[in-house]
């Protein structure tokens, strides 16, 4: 596990959005190779758009219909041409090495890490707080 960033007050915490979404569509990103598009349905009438870098991990294919959690307040930004407009949560872990790296200082690639999509238990409503 990597160092442990500093701590933040409980008001900056608590002024995180964490919402229910459910993907409605998700496509290869036209202009990154690490990145899907993915629509997402949360609970308001014109849903959001965001980029996220699991396409490593995931086949866009399989990703309809499945309720992610999201940080619904987080400030748009264009990714390689396309608006993203919140960010999809994820685990990150190191796989169980096989073998001893060739290069002790190489970043782990998709290869040495899985990623996994942060879920609900069962199905709620898009956009219901995460608390």
Known sequence: ????????????????DFRV??????????NADKLLKV????????????????????DPSTLVGRQVIVVANLEPRMLRGEQSA???????????????PADPTAKPGPDERDVVLLSVDRPVKAGSKVS
């Open 39 to 58: 629509k997402l349905d949360d609970g308001t009438p014109e849903g959001r758009q965001v980029c996220a870098g699991i396409k490593a991990w995931y």
């Open 86 to 100: 919140g960010m999809i949560l994820a685990a990150s872990d190191l796989k169980t090495p096989t073998a001893a």
């Open 21 to 30: 979404a459910t993907i409605i569509s998700a496509e290869a990103h036209p």
């Open 1 to 16: 596990m990597s160092d442990p960033l500093p701590a933040i007050a409980y008001d900056l915490f608590a002024k995180i």
